[in-house]
């Protein structure tokens, strides 16, 4: 939680952003876009290829021109690849918070910030009603976003590491993106939530499981 202790966020969602995605952009960066996107429910339009991560920044202060807020406004994570930008808003659970007005806040701050030269995707990242993609107006664009909640990415870092044991060949890279990868499912679980082997596996009587894991486990596998 590097990135949230720095920028002195103590919010729920802030220190998990944090200790998920400062990990998830240290893999590979075709890896890293693979994951992210997978983690999408409707992401059948989402660009494969990425290139080259070029920067990140957490919690970015953009130009409120156009919008109601106050100073400045602030996604979560804005992430520029050679091919595309990446706006990602966070929210802690699984289930509400995210909300359309401050989707299009954001669209309109990063106009502001970075034109319209290059395409970008906004990715709402847990705290949605439905896992289905939304088509928004901002003035007279309209935006897609794409949604993924927090167990979503989860399991798609589970997938990729079981393939990687799958074609593994033993040298230093592998070993040091499965230390990563391990590090990223801990960031996960301390956050609370956690992987359907794991729940599988462990004792129900043990009360650690976050509510909207569990609730998202049951739509998902229909208990």
Not at 11 to 35: G, R
Not at 47 to 73: A, C, E, M, Q
Not at 173 to 186: K, P
Not at 211 to 223: A, E, G, V
Request: proline letters at 4%; a negative charge; hydrophobic letters at 40%.
């Amino acid at each position: 939680m590097l990135h949230s202790t720095y920028h002195h966020k103590e919010t729920y969602e802030d220190p998990k952003t944090s200790a998920v995605f400062e990990n998830l952009i240290l893999l590979p960066d075709n890896v890293f876009w693979h994951l992210l996107r997978q983690s999408c429910f409707s992401n059948t339009d989402m660009p494969i290829n990425s290139g080259r991560l070029l920067s990140y920044n957490f919690w970015p202060h953009w130009d409120k021109t156009d919008t109601d807020n106050t100073n400045y406004v602030e996604p979560d994570l804005f992430i520029r690849f050679e091919n595309f930008d990446v706006i990602i808003e966070a929210k802690y659970g699984d289930t509400g918070g995210q909300y359309e007005h401050q989707w299009q806040q954001e669209i309109t701050a990063y106009h502001n910030e970075h034109g319209n030269k290059k395409p970008f995707i906004f990715i709402a990242v847990g705290g949605n009603m439905s896992v289905m993609a939304e088509t928004i107006s901002v003035k007279k664009e309209k935006v897609k976003v794409y949604k993924c909640n927090w167990l979503s990415l989860l399991m798609s870092v589970n997938k990729y590491e079981k393939e990687l044991e799958l074609i593994s060949v033993p040298d230093m890279n592998y070993a040091a993106t499965m230390r990563l990868l391990d590090n990223i499912i801990l960031a996960f679980n301390i956050n609370g939530v956690y992987n359907i082997d794991w729940f599988n596996t462990m004792a129900l009587s043990r009360p650690i499981i976050n509510t909207s894991s569990i609730d998202n486990l049951q739509k998902l596998y229909k208990w």
